[in-house]
């Protein structure tokens, strides 16, 4: 079957799967969205809403479906996941998103399915190499939102610090979505100016310290977001959609996405969010950026710790 790049499937319609259905509804980059969720009455509410607003935004189709609508979409996002309980450790966490993943990919790979995997579910890393083993595609097919987040909080971040348009601001967050995760200071540049040169010119210093407070913002900023409104879903909505923007303008841009390493930066047997050209066909090519010794050192320590809870769920 032919891939019609202008349908798209969103596999999950919480909180995250509504919020990237909407944004996808205001880029106006597809002619077809299906919605499929367990409940498909939540899929149908969510489908209907969207459509409601169709005379104002893009001229599209907003439909709830099933797996049998993904075989010719160029793109499947997955949301789908559950919230860590009380007193539940990370790794029983990982297992139950590791199931609920099990069990997409069963319905995924049973239809002849050709296009590009997102998993947008968490943890992101973990569970976009899962979806790669589990699934046999291509690693190029199956990539993962990473922290192309993250990132956009550093460059908003550093852009309020050094009052300048955060657009203007190039830097990454790479490794792990989450604890482990590490801002890439030695490449750090606003409009091709080194962050240090751009400070002296500016009259301005952004040492050791006021790094590490950004860094720390951004590494909790899901945290502080969920303790007053619950869950975090529009930044994700927003990163989202650049990605998928990339994808069916086939831009081949550069963004930090979870992909599964095998040799590059000396790692394998693990996906990290790394800093990659993102074009129609997904993965085009993992940038091995340069990297202090510092930093190559958190690198090898957060893929370390990826490895052993993949190493974990006997896949």
Not at 29 to 50: C, P, Q, T, W, Y
Not at 53 to 59: H, Q, R, V
Request: charged share 25%; glycine share 10%; with cysteine.
């Amino acid at each position: 079957m032919a891939i019609n790049y202008r349908k798209a499937a969103i596999v999950g319609c919480g909180f995250v799967g509504a919020s990237i259905a909407f944004r996808f509804l205001q880029q106006g980059l597809f002619s077809h969205l299906v919605l499929i969720d367990a409940n498909r009455e939540k899929a149908e509410g969510e489908a209907m809403d969207l459509s409601d607003g169709l005379p104002y935004g893009a001229s599209m189709e907003i439909t709830a479906g099933t797996y049998d609508d993904i075989a010719e979409c160029g793109l499947v996002v997955v949301t789908a996941g559950v919230n860590q309980k009380p007193g539940e450790t990370r790794l029983q966490l990982i297992e139950r998103n590791a199931a609920i993943m099990r069990s997409i990919l069963a319905e995924i790979t049973a239809r002849s399915f050709e296009g590009i995997l997102l998993i947008v579910s968490n943890p992101v890393d973990v569970l976009t190499y899962v979806a790669r083993e589990l699934s046999g595609y291509p690693r190029h097919r199956v990539i993962g939102s990473g922290t192309v987040l993250d990132t956009a909080r550093l460059k908003q971040l550093l852009g309020e610090e050094l009052a300048v348009d955060s657009r203007n601001v190039h830097a990454f967050i790479v490794g792990e979505h989450g604890d482990s995760e590490l801002a890439v200071w030695s490449g750090a540049n606003v409009s091709g100016l080194d962050l240090d040169d751009f400070c002296r010119l500016r009259g301005q210093e952004l040492h050791d310290p006021g790094r590490e407070r950004i860094y720390r913002e951004i590494r909790d900023s899901a945290d502080e977001i969920i303790k007053r409104k619950g869950a975090t879903y529009y930044g994700i909505a927003m990163a989202v959609g650049r990605i998928a923007e990339c994808i069916v303008k086939d831009e081949h841009a550069v963004l930090p996405i979870s992909v599964v390493l095998e040799g590059e930066y000396g790692l394998d047997r693990v996906a990290l969010s790394i800093p990659s050209i993102v074009g129609k066909n997904g993965l085009e090519k993992i940038l091995e950026i340069p990297l202090g010794e510092t930093e190559r050192e958190a690198l090898n320590s957060s893929a370390g710790q990826l490895r052993e809870v993949i190493t974990g769920l006997n896949l």
